[in-house]
């Protein structure tokens, strides 16, 4: 029961059900069509109403299959945090929301990022005594789609700081 005293509505569809409800909707008025439309994006997604994944299912028209597809990709080609830019959620949520519908989240330790570790990446280009001699970290991190922030922390890690007076980078205890 909700709180305006309307009754409840629970939907057990298929995905096929489900695009011939979306596009069915449409032959109504259009508040009821709304209203059609997202009982029908929250039964197929299983969140409520203004959920990441209930935009994506509205979006795709309740294409279960497509929701699927065109997350994966994305998640692919610009990681959460992108795609939390681009749905107007955090990428916590955006992870979760994949997680959801089977898309595997690669583990932390790779930035969502499409080349991997930071360590990868630094081999990638010749090492990283190469990659600091020939860019800044700031320029790397765009060549190699990794955020400035991972790079940084590699760095710090393998025993690298930044000598501000000098402005470049030196081995700690060293050179």
Known sequence: ?????G?????????KEGKELFKWADKLSP????KVKS???CALSGCSN???????FYYYQCDAEKVREELRQQ???KGTIEMGKRWGFD???IQEGLRRIGIGIKPPIYNNAPHGLASEAFEKYGGIEKVLKQYSVTKFSKICKLSVSCLLQY???QGYYYDKEEKKWKVKGGQ
């Open 155 to 157: 760095l710090n890690k």
């Open 50 to 56: 203004g959920s990441f994944l209930w935009n994506a």
């Open 31 to 34: 508040t009821l069509a709304e």
């Open 75 to 77: 998640y692919k080609e």
């Open 1 to 5: 029961m909700s709180k305006y005293h």
């Open 39 to 41: 009982a029908v994006a």
């Open 7 to 15: 009754k409840e509505l629970r939907l057990f569809i298929s995905n």
């Open 91 to 93: 990428y916590h949520t």
